[in-house]
């Protein structure tokens, strides 16, 4: 008898390459269902509710917190995110293969409220290659790059709180490595 899918989360600093591993993996098994999270920022431009995020105001997601009906939060950059509960347990307990791709704090909720998932976390090659990648969107003030790089050193720290550690040095690599984790594959 196979087991029921555990809950993954796949998390790690910022500029690491977890939304392109996770796209890389869906095109491949659309079947892993990655939850969409709720947010308080405004849809950029092609963005649709209930596909990139569930957009709410500030007080819908106050109910939200207040209700239990996350499974974690954070905020990030003045907005807020988080992982509605319920969608989750449903997928699970159909025998869905769920992952969350969230960040360092949300994983720690995560793990809190359910001890039992997965919590794997994307590590990049090198410092200087996520550095590389954090400088080279070209897209933010020097102020916003060392605040990146600042959080990333406090993300990187923290690699020993999670279960197990993928590095991204090829996309098709870890995108295997972590549907064999899932035992998707």
Known sequence: MSERPRLTVLSGPSGVGKSTVVAHMRKAHP???????????KPRPGEKNGVQYHFVDDDQFDKLIANGELLEWATFAGNRYGTPRLEVLRRLESGEPVLLEIDLQGARQVRESMPEAQLVF????????LVRRLTGRGTESPEVIEERLTTARVE????SEFDTT???TSVEDVAAELLALMRVV
């Open 156 to 159: 990187l720290a923290a690699e």
């Open 122 to 129: 994307l590590a990049p090659p090198s410092w200087e290659e």
């Open 31 to 41: 079947e892993v269902w990655l939850s969409v999270s709720c947010t308080t920022r």
């Open 166 to 168: 993928l590095v991204n």
